[in-house]
DNA sequence: TATGGTATGATGGTATACCAAGATATTGGG
DNA sequence: CCCAATATCTTGGTATACCATCATACCATA
């Protein structure tokens, strides 16, 4: 059965339309459409790597697997496209969006500049019970690193990160780290499920943490660049691997 | 009549469609769909103003206007949505996008660490004809500060940037600054059209350019945040006016 | 074997119908 | 005369059917 066709929100989304206004507890009725589940759903399909990069996505198939129309599907897509999760080929249809080294790099980048800046910010700027929540996303993060399921480990450290960020009032910023994570989630899954360096990451996050707590935004800055350096050097050497092979394999 | 109904190349799009394969000199044919023109129209017409900020898009009036379906409207909702150009209120259907002070300040600073960088990377990078390219693009950006055309001014801004960015290889970081710009527009009409500053904006992108073209990345850096501040600093000015006035109307 | 035609499948685009939810107008009762 | 309940209109959301085009694979014939 399709990841996709996992009874849960969807279906509960139906049952709901069909019932209408038969019970009254429907307060606080967050108005989540279709599409939003439906996007929800598909994003996290591709970044957990459910499809394969490149595989296409052929529109009629997807509406059956997730039992929702045409339209829903098409407009979930034309979302994804423009987040660049997913690409158009002409007269062929979408694709799971490709990623070569050259914009990995650039991904990379941008994220050591906008992350660099919200945990500088951060460092000199938080109040409140903000340490004590980072450090209890720290621990949690420490927590996933021993049962190396990798997907516990990946939402970890954005929740890690995304506290830092509403911290910091980077909410913009956040929104294109995320996306731009959605895009190189295949390279944080081969880095974060790497065998060979969980210790590292570790490290890195907390210098991140300790720089901030002792509001040093220069330091904070150099860790979260150290972090990022250190996540690309492991992306690329498992990139660079696959490239050879899939040369080889030809 | 409206903005929309420019008969151009929707109608082009449309007969070329019904004469199919008439004449042969149909090489190159950039497979250009119903949705890219409609998007691109819609995005030019909301960056230009022609919507005000917070205008409803009703569906089928824009269908009627554009000529198109429904289908092909909200596809294109969709993703001017993800591009944040476009906010759907749940029940009432899309707005153009709002913009608050705090949203355009993060934007601003979005900006500076992008274009700097781009900048820093092509004073120490940039080849060929590279420098004539970008002394063109200052004499154009020159040429329209006279006649006062805030869009003129805008695309040969737009123009110069484009090439720092393109010569960087910052392919990526382009993409999210023109997203970005697309969302704070109508403060950069209001400070491109301001009377009373275009020489500080032409000697900003003087500066940035002879520091640039020095191979000094430093300054070349230190030229786009002033840049950027200035015109940050001009865009609040009229972002407050107008929130006094807004409020005075009340 | 090579060429050309056909069948199939997928996509882009269109039209339409239906229902639910909001907004507005209308009307009846106090 | 005012308030409230109801009716109607508009819009959004969903589903479905249909057509034209493009691409590909298969097949038959020269």
């Not at 206004?21 to 606080?28: A, F, Y």
């Not at 990623?99 to 500049?113: K, P």
């Not at 990451?201 to 991140?208: E, L, R, V």
């Amino acid at each position: 059965m399709s990841i996709l066709l996992e009874a849960t929100a969807l279906d509960d989304y139906k049952s709901q339309m069909n019932i209408a206004k038969s019970n009254l507890p429907k307060i606080e009725h967050a108005p989540q459409t279709l599409r939003d589940i439906v996007q929800e759903r598909m994003r996290t399909a591709i970044i957990e790597g459910h499809f394969a990069p490149g595989e296409r996505l052929i529109e009629r198939p997807l509406c059956d697997q997730l039992g929702v129309s045409r339209t829903v599907v098409r407009e979930t897509i034309r979302f994804l496209e423009a987040e660049g999760l997913v690409e158009i080929i002409p007269n062929r249809g979408p694709i799971v969006a490709l990623l070569d080294w050259d914009q990995a790099v650039q991904i990379y980048e941008i994220r050591e500049q906008l992350e660099g800046s919200a945990a500088a910010v951060c460092a000199q700027r938080y109040s409140g019970d903000f340490a004590k929540r980072l450090g209890e996303a720290l621990a949690a993060l420490n927590a996933t690193m021993d049962d190396s399921e990798w997907i516990g480990v990946m939402r970890a450290t954005t929740r890690f990160y995304e506290i830092i960020f509403t911290e910091s009032g980077h909410s913009i910023a956040w929104d294109i780290v995320q996306r731009l994570n959605g895009r190189i989630s295949r390279l944080r899954v081969l880095t974060l499920s790497a065998k060979d360096r969980p210790k590292p990451g570790m490290s890195h996050m907390t210098a991140i943490f300790e720089a901030i707590i002792s509001r040093d935004a220069d330091a904070a800055r150099a860790a979260v660049e150290a972090h990022i350096l250190d996540a690309s050097t492991t992306a690329q050497r498992f990139l660079q691997d696959e490239t050879k092979k899939a040369a080889g394999d030809v």
